[in-house]
């Protein structure tokens, strides 16, 4: 009970909630002096009322305007951390006026509560000690004006009654601390649309490591594919073939070296925080570099025929680049699963959007659903295509697989 009650005045969070309620007195000392200034002149005959109300009017402006500032909010989140120990976290560079109005709030119920302590302070010290030494019998000449005295009060009672109203502010202090201690996280804490600006972040954050996961994917899967089907070519004829080897071998170069090249683009914007290093739009390919895969895909061996027909420079950058990777990812799947198949592409570009079309006969034995779930990269292809609010279909028909993409232009998004 004891410990309960003596609690409050024990350890240095007394002295750090003190300190902190001591800041906002101080801070709230100019505008009482203001506000005293104010009323002597408007109350003062002779007065010119409207220079006077001018002037008042600036200088209401100028002391409201600090408590909205985010630096100001910031500076404040800085002081209850270290002098009432709330943990808050960071505040927003530019947080949204709902988290500006919270700010506002914190900072009147500081200077409110620093002025009230700071008050019963300078009321109380000096009160306390003329009582104690009344009480010890030292007074004797004392000026006492001004000072709030019990002049009916002497000896051991005065003592007590001086010690009583030392621990009495001391009482006052700790309870203010405490009560901007459990204001401060509803005040300074995230504000709903700051949490929901935070989340909206956290989310765009996500969908950026997701596209880059895709990107890393599609690019390294279709390397590592190249160089597989490249390496076991020129393992085949390496004796017979020695030109054929030599180019199979030079496809692998360059298709280890385009994936060297997107991963340490991924690696570099992962460092960054999520946005490109140069803080520009990520290098990505287009369907511009559509002929350079077909070829590349064609060196593997594949039998692949491609038609390619509208205008595929004027399809809209973004939409260009998730298309290439769609239709890297469908040569990838087809060169995994198709084996010596032929494979048949069609990407055409109209006014509506563009048509992507991979399609192999199904290997013997190989049953209609094999592949009607895919692995990641079918997964990946079908996140492209919702995100870009197109339709992908992936089905077996008639002992072919076809695997059809529709993308909408930016009309349709």
């Known amino acids: 009970m004891l410990r309960t009650v003596v609690a409050p005045l024990a350890g240095r969070r007394l002295v750090r909630r003190g300190v902190h309620l001591l800041l ?26 409207v220079p006077a109300g001018v002037l008042a009017a600036v200088t209401f402006v100028i002391g409201t305007v600090p408590p909205f500032l985010p630096a100001m909010r910031a500076l404040e989140i800085t002081a209850t951390r270290g002098l009432l120990d709330v943990d808050l976290p960071d505040p927003a560079a530019d947080p949204p006026w709902e988290s500006r109005l919270f700010g506002a709030g914190w900072y009147v119920l500081h ?5 009230a302590a700071m ?13 104690v030494v009344r009480g010890l019998g030292f007074d004797d000449g ?18 007590l009654l001086g010690l009583g109203l030392v621990v009495a502010t001391a009482y006052l202090v700790a309870g203010l601390g405490a009560l901007l201690a459990w204001f401060a996280p509803l005040l300074l804490g995230p504000s709903p649309a700051e ?12 969908a950026q490591r997701n596209r880059l996961a895709r990107d890393l994917h599609d690019s390294v899967g279709h390397a590592l594919t190249v160089t597989t089907l490249q390496a076991a070519a020129a393992r085949r004829v390496l004796d017979t073939d020695p030109e054929f080897a030599r180019r199979a071998l030079v496809a692998v170069e360059e298709a280890g070296r385009a994936a060297m090249e997107d991963l340490d683009h991924v690696l570099g914007v992962l460092r960054a925080g999520g946005t490109a290093p140069d803080g520009g739009a990520s290098p990505q390919r287009t369907l511009a570099d559509l002929p350079r895969l077909i070829d590349d895909t064609r060196a593997t061996g594949m039998d ?24 890297q990812e469908g040569l990838t799947n087809a060169a995994r699963h198709a084996a010596e198949l032929p494979v048949r592409l069609r990407v055409a570009a109209t006014a509506d959007g563009l048509d992507i079309e991979v399609s192999n006969p199904l290997p013997d034995g190989a049953p209609p659903s094999s592949r ?18 197109g339709e992908l279909s992936a089905q077996a028909a008639d002992g072919v697989w076809r695997v059809r993409v529709q993308l909408p232009g930016r009309e349709a998004r």
């Open 111 to 115: 200077l409110l509560s620093g002025g």
């Open 119 to 131: 008050t019963a302070v300078l009321v109380s010290a000096p009160t306390a000690v003329m009582l």
């Open 304 to 327: 692949l025929e491609a038609t390619v027909d509208g205008d595929l420079a004027a399809v809209p950058p973004a939409l260009s680049r998730e298309a290439y990777r769609i239709v």
């Open 24 to 49: 906002g007195g101080v801070i709230v000392l100019p505008y009482v002096l203001l506000i005293v200034a104010f009323v002597q002149l408007f109350t003062e005959p002779g007065t010119p009322y």
């Open 142 to 159: 004392a000026d006492t004006t001004g000072l709030v005295v019990v002049d009916d009060v002497g000896g051991a009672w005065a003592v």
């Open 372 to 389: 009607a779930n895919g692995g990641r990269g079918l997964r990946g292809m079908r996140e492209r295509v919702r995100l870009l609010r």
């Open 195 to 206: 949490l929901r600006l935070a989340m909206e972040a956290q989310a765009h954050e996500f």
